[in-house]
Each structure stands twice: as structure tokens, then as C-alpha cells.
């Protein structure tokens, strides 16, 4: 489209469409913008779905949809992380060599959602730059490069990640990537896009917050972005053409998660009640109140219901061996089909719900141009989630893990999910993997490590691989080491 020549007025169509709708504030400050800053707005402007803001206002953000808890909702069920597990025996070893043929054949790519806000973090830049490696404090990106680094190696193909980031974050990923030249990646195998954004509303007045003069305040339309960001950025089409069919996704913030898991793949593509279009992992939840969203079963369809939605009643359940009813909890861990994604994004039919949040945003007064600082929430935050595409799979799957194992996640600056919990978590991790190959590891009376341990995903991505490594008989109290 040509550019719209930058004039004194604001464009006509544009100005009286914002009006129509309730948002001629946008405009307020245009006159006193300069040419720049008036093209800047005009070009937002006319990024914005602007027909679908006075239903988004309507439904979300003047009011507060509820949820209708579905009649028949059931436990989801799940392959047990023990395949000899009376309640579901499964065979891990067909899973696994599965898992591993699609790995070595080329059809496994990575695909890490980064393009979150990181706001309870609070670190200044993109999250996957954060330094969390226990002993190292290498950042998150470097600890899923490597593993992908070590995955091509023992596939001998190029195992490419696709990394969603958002308009707010992309640069300074890209930045960070060359700086580090993409961790000893090839370039061409990490394909960096950005994800949609929306605009933030006043929580107050449902008109579009404003970030600046020429900026409406947006914040990325969440990891259910992924679904179409996927599409329109080219990544799906970079798959066909290098022959992927399989994405392994994962969040940016956990530490511990197997970028590549090769039974929780083989799962996915072969058993026999997975449709190989959406597949999850679980971890036990570890008391009735944890805050993860719950896999449950709503008419034959797999969903997570967010613990928020899911009544207490329910999730304090128990069964008759003591264990809660409502027990496998999201570790927003994946497994999607690439054709399953492509369906999604090109079905005009087919659009995840939006999720509202209420957050404290620093803005403008449209009027005067004065800053406001609020000192609580201000605004609605309209987002997507990906799991919302589980119930469209003919069926979908679902299989428990170990917290321990690859659940670390950094969300807060302080206490659970934290970078301390982190630590704890990797060195937790290490410490059982390296019991698992005869080396004593110094606890504490609480049957805590009482060191700090790190696995290089060079050394280890899985504790057989230790078998290999040169390691000591013992890891003394204080220790502090990379194994
Ligand atoms: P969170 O729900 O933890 O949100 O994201 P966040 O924005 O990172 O952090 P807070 O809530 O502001 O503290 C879970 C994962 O989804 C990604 C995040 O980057 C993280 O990997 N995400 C989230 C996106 O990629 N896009 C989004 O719009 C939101």
C-alpha cells in the first residue's frame, strides 16, 4: 500500500472511523506531532484491526466474561511417567525409538515463545537473555541453544528453532543472538519473528490506552499469538520447505526443559489415541491449591482450565488413595504437528478466545499529554493462549513428567519461580542424574545438595549420557560445579 501522505490533519478516514468507534483520542495530540511522529501514529493506526475494537471493549473490557464451567468435566487422562504403572502401562520404548527416528530424519524443529513482557521479572531486555544457568549463569537463550547444538550433533541434521519474539523485544533479541554469534548455531537454522500485538485498554473507559503522543500503548497478544505469527511470518513455510513436521515448544523461561524430548515425541506422532496435532506435558500438582492450569476432559476433548476457573471444590478432590482428583497440572510444554498449526492459522473459521487481565500501565493523558503513573491497574491486557487449541484436536494427548526433571521456571524476581528456585531446581536435577552414575552428592539434613551443580548440555542431556562423562566419586558440601 503507498505510504498515506503525512498532512496537517490527521487522514480523514481514519480520524472519522476512530470517532465512530469511540477512539477519536488517538488523534488528540496530532497536530503538535511532527512529521515523523504523525507517520508513526498513522502507520499503528492503521495496523489495528480497528472493526474488531468495539467488540473487544464490548465484551472484555466493559465487562468481565465469565466462564462456564463445563457439565462433564472429568480429569484429562495421561501416560504416566512410570510406563509400568498399573493405572495406564504404556510401551516407553517404542515411544522412544519413534521419538528418535523423527529426530535423526530430519522432522523435529524447537520452537520457543519469547515474546512475553516479563513484567513480575522485572529485568531490563528480553527474558531469554536473563543469566540462569546455576553455576555459569548462562542466559536462558544459550541454555536452549546448546541442547539444540548437541541434538543436531547426535542427529547429524540441522535441528532449526524458530523463536517467537515480540515488536517490543525483537531487536534487542536479534542483537543479543549476533552478539553471542547465535551460540555457536548456524544462523540459518534460528529464524527469529515477531508476534501481533494488541491495544491495551483503559481498564476505566475502554478507549486505547496511550504509551506517548504518537504511540497507542499495545502489549503482545499473547503465546496464543504463536498460532498465526507462525503462519504469517514464513516460519511454516520454512518448515515445509526443510521438512519439518513436528514442533517441540516450550516457554522461554523454564531453564530445565528438554528442548527435544524424544518419547514425549513418539508419543505425540504414534500413539494410538494421539491424533499428532497437539500434544501436552504434565507435572503432578503438588497441592490443591497450586496455581497451574489443570488438563481436564470436557466432552471427549482434552483442555486446560485455568485454576482460577476450575472451583476449589473441585481441585481439593481426592481420590480414594489419597492423591488429587484434579492432579496434572500445565507446564506449557508441546508437541504440535506443523499441518495441525497451518490448519489453524488459515481456517478464516478457526480464532483462539481472548483472556483479559487487569495490569498497572504508565500512559499519557490524551488530553494534556501529561504522564500518568497509576498506583493500580489501569488497564485491560487482551490476550491469546495457545493451549486454548487443544480442544480443536480430533484428539490430543497428554503425558507426566518430572517437576525436577523440567520444571524451572523464572517468573518472579524473588521466591517460587524465581531465579533462586531456579538454581535450587538445576542443581537439584544434577544431583539425581549423577546418583543415577554412582556419584554421592553432600545433602543436607533436609535432603537438600548442599553445592551448586550445572550439567552442560554438551556433557548430558539426559542422565545415561553421564555414563560417558569424566566425573568424581564425590561432590563435597560448597562445591560449586559444571559437570
Ligand atoms: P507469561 O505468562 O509468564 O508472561 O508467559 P510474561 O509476559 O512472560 O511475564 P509477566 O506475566 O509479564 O511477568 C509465558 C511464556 O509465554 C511467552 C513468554 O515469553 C513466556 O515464554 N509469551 C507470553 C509470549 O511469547 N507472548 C506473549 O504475548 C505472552
Redesign the pocket.
Known sequence: MPATPVTVAPPADLASRLMQIGQGHVFAAYERLNQEERASLIAQVRGIDLDAVPELVESYVKRKPGFALPPDVRPAPYYPNDSKSPVRAWDRGAADAKGRELINAGRVACFT?????????GYDGP?GCYPAGAVTRKPLFQMFAEQILAWSKRSGRIVPWYI?T?PLNHDATIAFMNEHGYFGLSREAVMCFP?GVLPSFDMATGRMLIASPSEIAT?????G??ITALHKSGAIADMKRRGITTLSYF???NATVRVIDPVFIGLHASAPDSSAEMSSKMIPKAYAEEKLGLFCSCSGRTEVIEYSDLPMELQREREPDGSLRFLAGSI?VHVMGVEFVERLATDAKFSLPFHRAEKKVACVDPATGARVEPTMANCVKL?RFVFDALPMCRASIVYETDRVEEFAPI?NASGTDSPDSCTKLQTERAARWLKSVGVDVARNEAGEPECVLEIDPATALEPADLKNAKLPTKIERGAKLVI
Open positions: 515463545v519469547a515474546g512475553g513482557q516479563g513484567t513480575r521479572l527474558k517467537m515480540s508476534q502489549n503482545p497478544d499473547g503465546h499469538g504463536s516457554q522461554v523461561d506449557a490476550e517468573k
